[in-house]
């Protein structure tokens, strides 16, 4: 790859992956020698771009367009332009689209251009003093070009204005700001770029008298009681996701109507693309009752006039609520409001807010570009079995639960791994999100056994995901043991993680499905616990285990007559024996080892004499695994009928009569 390219590709990560300069897969950046420039495609984000992210257009072509004609009707024109820029392309089979941007990146004299939307910028940006300040703090080495509807024409007035300053200078000017945009710096080296950047931020931020650290705060339980409701009153269509927080900075727009009004219209494109350009405020936060009384009065008249849901539900003094369908536009939606808010607060030190106007905002509504941009860095959704679902996985950063948690994050749910193993944890939520997929998988430890701990966890699934569609009580540990050598102790361990832990599940999750039910009742849930085939049948040596698995299933059954009447549906998925596991297969206490220490296999001589004995039961011949498990937690999802069953899947080992 050119050394050149490579360049590109640092300098665009290096941007890309910080939210103060990047968020929501927005920027631009480019490189261009004689013959071709290399730009960022639209909706490609710049923080994992590689070479083959970057549109490669031929500059000759690219010359010819700023003295083409084009039809004075906004729309058309913007047509013919896209259509002229893909004419340009060097690697059309690649189906990447060049930035709307191009002919702007294509323009500058330097080799490299960088462009993208710092806070610290956008507050300067998106003030009413940004020209007098701007030429304050940067005097002739920059342009500022007043706020213009994005495309062609803005491009027509930047060529004109750094025409004509290299007419005046004899060279092209580094920086190039643009009202409630951002900034283009342009250099011939990636060093002298990030040289800029540095002059920009140091600038800015010796005006400023206080950048705030915006640290979140809590939110209250009465925004926490709601979220649930609020998830199912706006999945109008397809069942939505919400994620609820509050910040020090927002804190301060949301006190009343009037400071909210400093927040209450959007300051640049990419904020109304992805929040659009209305959010709701809701004023009577006194009680769960009038606030959601509040939002389905308020969200109905935005629907009835706008034809969608609000993205963005603001309520006085305790936080936001931002709406989507995927998880990964739940990040953008929250790391938009967070920027916004901060540029907001920061422009207080260039004379105050100055938000788009009502016919900007108009324009970006209706702007096929945009559109489409957002189309692109949201993707689609995939289609899976079990798309967009919220579904909590306990036990799961190894093992079965581990197993159960890929395959079903694979068919687009949204998973959260509960485990007491932070370490492990951590590298399977992190293996699971470098997918580059629309949802999203959070770990969050807990103890099943400890009530508080499980109902904090509950609290915070809803908070980040706005509810539970499923809940998998997997979490377990066995202790092999006869009657003589089981301890108290370890009895009453196992049977408050194997036992208990499932009712702490269901007792903390099920208000949450229940409260989802009476706003939506045609919606179904589902509480699966991972039992065992020794939950169908006696476990020699092996009481204390079998014991608690003989009580989920009693738990199941007993739980599916509750909670059917919600739309909840509780069953148990019997597995049989997971030997390539580590509960099986670990060469320290797997129990493989355990067994055969138990002297619960009688003659059985060695670890691999164990392991054939189990085989040997199975007509299968082999053990199960986790996509065997899988399929059965399928089936139980996606019928409306059974409840209160436990599921053999052991292989034919147990055969129900």
């Known amino acids: 790859m050119n050394s050149r390219i490579d360049e590109l590709v640092e300098v665009s990560r290096y941007y890309g992956q910080r939210k103060d300069f990047v968020i929501a897969g927005g920027g631009n950046t480019s490189w261009k020698d004689d013959q071709y420039l290399y730009i960022k495609a639209s909706g490609i984000s710049l923080s994992t771009i590689t070479e083959h992210g970057f549109c490669i257009l031929d500059r000759s072509k690219l010359n010819d367009i700023s003295s083409m004609v084009f039809s004075s009707d906004s729309a058309t024109r913007e047509e013919q332009v896209k259509n002229a820029l893909m004419a340009c392309r060097i690697n059309p089979d690649t189906g990447l689209r060049p930035s709307v941007e191009t002919s702007l990146h294509n323009l500058f004299e330097y080799s490299f251009v960088v462009h993208t939307h710092p806070t610290l910028v956008n507050a300067l940006m998106c003030s009413k003093d940004a020209l007098n300040k701007t030429e304050e703090l940067f005097g002739d080495i920059a342009l500022f070009i007043p706020y213009s509807d994005p495309g062609f024409m803005l491009f027509t007035i930047i060529r004109q204005k750094i025409l004509d300053y290299r007419a005046r200078k004899g060279h092209d000017p580094h920086l190039v700001f643009i009202q409630n945009h951002g900034v283009f710096v342009a ?175 108009l324009f970006i509504e209706n702007w096929e570009v945009e559109n489409y941009r957002k189309k692109v860095s949201l993707g689609a959704n995939n289609g899976g079995r079990v798309e967009n679902k919220v579904v909590i996985v306990t036990g799961a950063a190894q093992g079965f639960g581990a ?192 067994y055969l220490r138990a002297g619960k296999i009688p003659g059985a001589q060695s670890v691999e004499d164990v392991k054939n004995h189990y085989e040997s039961q199975v007509p299968a011949g082999r053990g199960c695994t986790a996509l065997d498990v899988v399929k059965a937690i399928y089936y139980i999802i996606e019928q409306e009928y059974e409840t209160g069953q436990a599921v053999p899947v052991t292989g034919g080992q147990e055969m129900l009569g």
């Open 403 to 594: 197993g159960i948690a890929e395959l079903m994050f694979e068919q687009g749910a949204n998973i959260v791994i509960a485990d007491m193993n932070k370490e492990k944890g951590i590298e399977m939520t992190e293996t699971l999100n470098r997918k580059a997929t629309m949802n999203r998988s959070i770990f969050l430890k807990v103890d099943v056994s400890d009530p508080l701990s499980v109902s904090t966890m509950v609290n915070k699934v809803v908070s980040f995901f706005g509810g539970v569609d499923v809940v998998i009580s997997n979490a377990g540990i066995l202790r092999a043991g006869g009657i003589e050598d089981m301890t108290p102790e370890t009895f009453d361990l196992m049977t408050r993680v194997n036992y208990n832990g499932y009712f702490h599940c269901v007792k903390y999750t099920g208000p949450v499905m229940k409260l989802q039910h009476q706003y939506r009742p045609d919606y179904y849930m589902d509480i699966i616990q991972i039992n065992s085939k020794s939950g169908l049948k006696g476990s020699n040596k092996n009481f204390a285990y079998s014991g608690g698995k003989f009580g989920g299933i009693g738990l199941t059954q007993s739980f599916a007559l509750e909670l059917m009447p919600y739309r909840i549906k509780v069953n148990a998925v019997c597995p049989g024996n997971f030997f390539d596991g580590p509960l099986w297969s670990d060469p320290v206490n797997g129990l493989f080892v355990q």
């Open 187 to 361: 250099a011939n080296t990636t060093d002298e770029i990030k040289g800029l950047y540095h002059r920009i931020e140091k600038a800015i931020r010796s005006f400023v008298k206080h950048v705030p650290d915006n640290k979140p705060l809590p939110l209250s339980d009465i925004i926490t009681g709601i979220i649930p409701a609020v998830r199912m009153l706006l999945s109008t269509e397809t069942v939505q996701l919400v994620r609820g927080f509050h910040s020090t900075v927002l804190d301060h727009f949301i006190t009343n109507s009037v400071q909210f009004g400093k927040i209450s219209m959007p300051f640049t494109p990419d904020q109304m693309v992805y929040c659009q350009s209305e959010y709701l405020f809701i004023e009577n936060s006194s009680s769960q009752h009038e606030i959601l009384s509040e939002i389905s009065a308020k969200a109905r008249e935005y629907r009835d006039r706008k034809g969608t849901n609000p993205k963005l539900i603001f309520v006085r003094g305790e936080g936001v609520l931002v709406v989507a369908n995927t998880a990964m536009a739940l990040d953008y939606l929250a790391d938009i409001v967070m920027d916004f808010t901060m540029i907001a607060f920061l422009s207080e030190n260039f004379g105050g807010p100055h938000p788009m106007t009502a016919e900007q905002v």
